[in-house]
């Protein structure tokens, strides 16, 4: 059988064709089959962060960031922050840490990546706020316009203005609470005033509409680190307007000798501080000076700051 002219090549051109349709639909096939496949890796992440976050908004999970108090924000260490993403939330950890290249350096890298663990968790549950306390310490402590503490709100990166009242009322609180303890403990305490006066000028003044004077007094509790109830309080009577700071003192040879040497390392303290060419003194100097009360003097005076009273001083006293 004879084939008609012009057919013979007609085969093999359809043959390829088909295998060239074949070899996309096998090309399409693998590639839908890959973005399936993707698409199911990444379901399944989501799901796993989901169940992460889930366990550890829980309240008896105890996180870091439920430490609102003034304990909390004071020892704020991003340290643990890491140490409770690794724990609790590994695959947190390795997404944001791969987000922001962790690896390359760890040390500056630290607390971005906790602040971004910060703002996602308040995100989830507002009572894990840790984070955005301390912000809203330090945007108060910088004195902050409103317009720009209500702009990071809105970003989540701190509490509203007014929530700073409710956080400075706590941190007043705990100290409170210090203080009973250092009373509990028979600690003795001097009160010591500070006053500020200012005048609040009218602009029309009239009989009703005045200026007039504003008083406050701003108090505060030290507990001294050693007590002064062996000291007496009869004597030395002296009137100010003529004593003279020796007579009143009344020290011995060996106490004025003493004191021009604590003057000697002070200045030696202060040379080596602020200029570097007197860094070789670090080497004599004594990191502490030996006095009587060597073991109270290893610890700061406790002082507590009491609320601003609109009060005169003098009316007070």
Known sequence: MQSSPGKENELPLNASAIVGNLWEDDVQHQTTSTE????????SILSQVDREFLTLTRRETNSVLRSRG????????FSEIMKEIQTLCPTVFAILSQMILLDQNPGKRTAPLALLYGL????RCH????????NTVLLTEGDASQELVDQLHKYGFCLSKTMKYTIQDEIAQHFLDHAVELLEQGRKFVLVLDNIDWDVRVHDMRSDHQNKSVHAVATSIVFNRV??????????????ADC???????????????????????????LCEWFPAFDF???ILPSRTPCQYQLEMNFKSAVVTLPVLLKDEKKIC
């Not at 003034?70 to 260490?77: K, P, Q, R, V």
């Not at 996602?120 to 995100?123: A, C, E, G, P, T």
């Open 70 to 77: 003034y304990l909390g924000m004071s020892t704020l260490n």
């Open 36 to 43: 399936t496949d993707s698409r199911t890796d990444l379901s």
């Open 127 to 134: 009572e894990m706020s840790l984070i955005q306390r301390v």
């Open 120 to 123: 996602i968790v308040f995100q």
């Open 227 to 240: 007590s002064s109830d062996h000291l007496p309080d009869d004597k030395p009577k002296k009137n100010l």
């Open 244 to 270: 003279n700071l020796k007579d009143l003192l009344m020290l011995t040879d060996e106490e004025k000798r003493c004191t021009r040497e604590r003057y000697k390392i002070f200045l030696g303290r202060i």
């Open 281 to 283: 003194f670090k080497e």
